[in-house]
């Protein structure tokens, strides 16, 4: 029987292995970012920044149209505030919203593309799911503390998961975990490895 000295050092260095494991492959996969798909840094929560023009129109220069209209449909300017909108454009009253559009998370990236029928000015936007990338950098990840029976006695387990890169919907990645008994005799048990997961 272990002593709760030994319990204890086979834990912290179980912690150890795991932070660093992960540290790495983090530090990795921010390299795959890089490799395979474009470094777009995500905003934060309830901030508006420019948007990514879609690769369709990235490399496309703008042309100009006459309009057949002399009026545009937009929204209140009141909203501008509600949409979080840089400042710089809440108070030039010539910006205007013509369209503002909720996308629901998913994995998948989405592409909104903004129009305008010149003649009567109506305004629409359209909203594409893309499809999953071939080859992509997701460092996505989640750890848990969980409370398991198992067949010789109850256990702590913490455990922790971590993606590298993904193959359409196929990710691959590291995972590790601890386990410790609650009560009664045990030994603190770890394990890490790598492999593959589809998220549904």
């Known amino acids: 029987m272990l002593s709760w000295k030994q319990r ?4 912290v260095l179980a912690v150890a292995l795991i932070v660093l494991c992960l540290f790495i492959l983090y530090r990795f996969d921010v390299h795959l970012t890089n490799i395979f798909q474009e470094d777009i840094p995500t905003p934060g929560v309830n901030v508006s920044v420019q948007g990514t023009p879609s690769k369709p129109v990235a490399k496309k220069k703008k042309v100009a ?11 209140p300017d009141e909203v501008k505030g509600q949409l979080k909108l840089p400042q710089s454009f809440k108070d030039d009253e010539n910006w205007s919203v013509i369209a503002s559009t909720q996308i629901p998370a998913d994995r998948h990236s989405s592409t909104a593309t903004s129009m305008i029928n010149r003649e009567t000015g109506e305004t629409e936007t359209q909203v594409k799911r893309d499809p999953l990338p071939w080859i992509g950098a997701d460092h996505s990840g989640d750890i848990g503390v969980y409370a398991l029976q198992k067949r010789d006695g109850q256990v702590w387990q913490v455990d922790g998961k971590i993606s590298l890169f993904q193959l359409k919907a196929l990710n691959i990645g590291a995972k590790a975990s601890i386990e410790q008994p609650i009560n009664g005799p ?14 549904f």
């Open 186 to 199: 045990g030994e603190t048990d770890y394990r890490a490895g790598f492999g593959g997961w589809v998220n």
């Open 8 to 11: 204890l050092f086979d834990v």
């Open 65 to 75: 149209k006459p309009l057949k209209t002399q009026s545009v449909d937009v929204y």
